[in-house]
C-alpha cells in the first residue's frame, strides 16, 4: 500500500513517464510509416505534424499533447495534493515531452503539454489568451518561442489580476522556464552551426522574416544517387537525370522507362543498353531555373572516373556563373551512398547553412558513407570498361558471385561466393564488421530484386537499430551497368553528428570548381 506522503513523487515519476509517450512520433510512424524527427524542421510537435504529415494527424497529436500536461495536474487535485504537487507532475511531463525516456531523449518542445496544465489550473484565462498564442506564433512570428513569451507572460498577469493563488499564477512562469531549459541543447546546437550569429536571436523570435531573408542553398544530384523520389520531395533536393540509350532511342533516367519492362529486355533479349551522362546544357537549364528562387548551389555527383556528370556540371555551372553560383562536389561515391551525401547537404541548408557551411557538411559526410553489392552477374559491368583494374578477377568470377564495395571513387572487389545466398551472407557480415548497431542510416538497394531487398531489409533491421532507412530500385542506368539481380546496402554512419560541423574556413579552401569566387557581400559568399 502507498503511503500518502509518496503520493506526490508517485505522480512526479508517472507524469514524467506519461509526458514521455510522444504522441507526435507514434501518430506519424502508424499515419505514415515515417519518423517525425526526419521530417521538416525535425520537431516532435503538433506543428511539424501539420506541416509535415497532415492537419487530422496533427489533431490527434495536439488532443495527446494537452492531455499529457492536463493529466498530472487534474490527477493532484482530485486525490487533494495541492498546487504544488500539480504544478510539479506538470514540470515533469513537459521534461517527459521533451527528452521522452522511450524515444531516446529526443522529443518536442513541450508548449502543448504546458497549454493542457494549465487548462486545468486556470481554464477560463488560459482561454482567453490562446488567440492570442495562435496570432503570434502562427500568423505574425512563425515562432513558438515569442508566442510562448507574450502569451504567457498576459496570463500570469490575469493570473494575479483575477486573484488566484500565487503558485498558480505563476505557473506559466515555470513551465515557461522549464521549456527554457530543456530547449538549451537546441540553442547550443542553432548556436554553433549559424555563421551569423547576431541574426540567430532574430531567427529565434520570428523565423518567419529571416527564412525570407537568409540565403538560399539549392541541392542537386543526379538519378545515379537513386533517393526515393518521396525523400527528394521532402528534402527538397533537385534531381538531373542521366540517359539511357536503347535501341529505339534515348530515355531519362528513373523518369521515363518502365523498368519491369527494361529489365525483362535486359533478362531475356539480351540488350546491351548504352548511357550518357546529362549534357552541360542540362545544368544550364536547371542553373537558370533555380537562380529564380535560390542564391546558389551545391551539385553532387558520382566519381568523375566512372561517369563524366562532374565535368558537364562542372562546365554548365561555369556558364551560368555570372547569374547562379553552383558548386560542383564529386562526392566519390555512388548509388545511395551518393544520396545520403545529398541528404546531408540538404539538411544543413534547411537548418540554415550557407554555400561554406554546406560544403563543410558534405566532406564530413564522405568520410561515414558507403555502399556495398552483391552482383548477379559481372557480364554488363565488364562490358561497360568501368572496371578495368578488377577485369582478370571479374573474368573468372562469371560463374561466381562478386561482393564489391564502392571506395574513393574506384569499384573494389572484396569477396566471391558460389552462390548468391553465400554472397549475401558474407556482405551482412561484412556489414556487422565494419558498421556500428545504432546511429546510422541505412538504405536497401537492388536492381529488379524486391523480393530478395525486402527479405535483407528485414535481416538488417534485425541487426542494426538505423534511425532512418528506406528500400530503393537503384535506377535503370546503374542497371546498364550493374545487371539485373544487383542486392546492395549505403550507409551514413553519424547522420545527426554530420549535421553539426559548421566551422568557418576560407572559401577558396571548400571550392571544388572554376567558378569565379562570390564576394563577402554576395548572398552564398563567407559572411
Given amino acids: 500500500m502507498v503511503m500518502p506522503e509518496l503520493f506526490c513523487p508517485l505522480l512526479v515519476i508517472v507524469s514524467y513517464l506519461l509526458g514521455s509517450v510522444s504522441s507526435a512520433i507514434m501518430v506519424t510512424r502508424l499515419w505514415s510509416g515515417k519518423d517525425i524527427r526526419t521530417l521538416g524542421n525535425r520537431n516532435a ?22 492531455s499529457k500536461g492536463a ?74 518561442v515569442t508566442g510562448a513569451l507574450v502569451s504567457l507572460s498576459l496570463l500570469i498577469g490575469l493570473n494575479l489580476w483575477r486573484g488566484h493563488p500565487l503558485i498558480v ?23 554553433r552551426q549559424r555563421a551569423n550569429k547576431k541574426r540567430l536571436l532574430a531567427y529565434w523570435l520570428s523565423p518567419k522574416d529571416e527564412t525570407a531573408k537568409r540565403e538560399r542553398v539549392a541541392v542537386i544530384t543526379d538519378s545515379i544517387a537513386s533517393l526515393p523520389p518521396e525523400w527528394r520531395r521532402r528534402e527538397q533536393i533537385h534531381m538531373v537525370p542521366l540517359a539511357l540509350i536503347l535501341p529505339e532511342g534515348v530515355y531519362r533516367d528513373g523518369v521515363d522507362i518502365d523498368p519491369r519492362q527494361y529489365y525483362r529486355r535486359l533478362r531475356q533479349d539480351g540488350l546491351a543498353p548504352k548511357t550518357s551522362a546529362p549534357s552541360p546544357g542540362e545544368f544550364l537549364a536547371l542553373y537558370q531555373q533555380l537562380a529564380k528562387t535560390y542564391h546558389c548551389g551545391v551539385v553532387i555527383t558520382p566519381p568523375s572516373e566512372l561517369t563524366q556528370t562532374w565535368e558537364a556540371a562542372r562546365l554548365g555551372a561555369n556558364m551560368a556563373a555570372e547569374h547562379f553560383l553552383a558548386e560542383v562536389v564529386d562526392s566519390r561515391t555512388a548509388g545511395p551512398a551518393q544520396g545520403f551525401v545529398a541528404l546531408a547537404a540538404a539538411r544543413a541548408v534547411a537548418s540554415g547553412a550557407n554555400l561554406q557551411t554546406v560544403l563543410e557538411v558534405i566532406q564530413e559526410a564522405q568520410k561515414n558513407v558507403g555502399f556495398v553489392g552483391v552482383l548477379d552477374t559481372v557480364k554488363l559491368l565488364i562490358e561497360g570498361g568501368r572496371v578495368a583494374h ?55 538497394a537492388h536492381t529488379d530484386a524486391f523480393e530478395e531487398a525486402a527479405a535483407l531489409e528485414k535481416q538488417l533491421l534485425s541487426l542494426f537499430q538505423p534511425d532512418e532507412h528506406f528500400v530503393t530500385e537503384l535506377t535503370p542506368v546503374i542497371g546498364a551497368h550493374a545487371g539485373p539481380g544487383l ?24 571550392a571544388t570548381t572554376s567558378s569565379p569566387r562570390p564576394s563577402s557581400t554576395t548572398p552564398c559568399g563567407v559572411r
Fill in 390 to 444: 578488377l577485369h582478370h578477377w571479374l573474368q573468372s568470377a562469371l560463374r561466381l558471385y562478386p561482393l564489391l564495395y564502392i571506395h574513393q571513387g574506384q569499384i573494389r572487389l572484396i569477396g566471391m561466393a558460389r552462390t548468391k545466398a553465400k554472397a549475401i551472407e558474407r556482405m551482412i557480415a561484412w556489414l556487422r564488421e565494419n558498421l556500428p548497431g545504432e546511429g546510422l542510416s541505412l538504405a536497401v
Fill in 169 to 191: 499564477a505563476l505557473a506559466p512562469l515555470v513551465l515557461l522556464t522549464t521549456m527554457g531549459l530543456c530547449t538549451i541543447p537546441q540553442a547550443i546546437f542553432d548556436w
Fill in 487 to 510: 542486392l546492395g546496402v549505403g550507409w551514413w554512419v553519424n547522420a545527426e553528428q554530420t549535421i553539426t560541423v559548421w566551422r568557418s574556413k576560407a572559401w577558396c579552401s571548400r
Fill in 71 to 144: 493529466i498530472p495536474v487534474y490527477v493532484a487535485h482530485l486525490l487533494g495534493l495541492g498546487n504544488a504537487c500539480a504544478l510539479g507532475g506538470a514540470v515533469a511531463a513537459v521534461i517527459g515531452h521533451s527528452y521522452p525516456l522511450y524515444f531516446r531523449f529526443r522529443g518536442g518542445k513541450g508548449l502543448a503539454a504546458s497549454l493542457g496544465a494549465l487548462l486545468v489550473f486556470t481554464p477560463f484565462e488560459t482561454l482567453l489568451v490562446l488567440p492570442v498564442l495562435g496570432l503570434v506564433y502562427l500568423v505574425i512570428t512563425g515562432s513558438a
Fill in 45 to 66: 510537435g503538433a506543428a511539424n505534424v501539420a506541416r509535415s504529415v497532415g492537419l487530422l494527424p496533427a489533431a490527434l497529436v495536439s488532443v495527446a499533447d494537452f
